[in-house]
């Protein structure tokens, strides 16, 4: 995205109705008319918001905390456990 600050949160603010944070998952609502005038479609002036809901899951390292996205598309990391053993044997 780019333009100066001021468009961007234009652009946002139009676009965005609701942000919704929960710790199972993320619901963000999308105001209709504003995603198509961004987009340059036609809308329909009684067009109820778009809710996408996207399911994350909290993990805490230490004293942080991130929120991971599931993604279904991911695939799943396989890991060589003899890499790990020699990294931790150098950090001994």
Known sequence: MEGK???KRHI???IIHRIELAPTSIKLKLETRG???VLDLPFADDASPITIDVP????RR???TKMI????NATTRNFDADLCRL???AHR
């Open 62 to 64: 230490g004293v942080e």
């Open 12 to 14: 946002l603010q139009s």
């Open 69 to 72: 996205i599931h993604s279904p």
């Open 35 to 37: 995603l198509a005038q």
């Open 56 to 59: 994350v899951r909290l993990q």
């Open 87 to 89: 990294i931790a044997q």
């Open 5 to 7: 600050p001021k468009e």
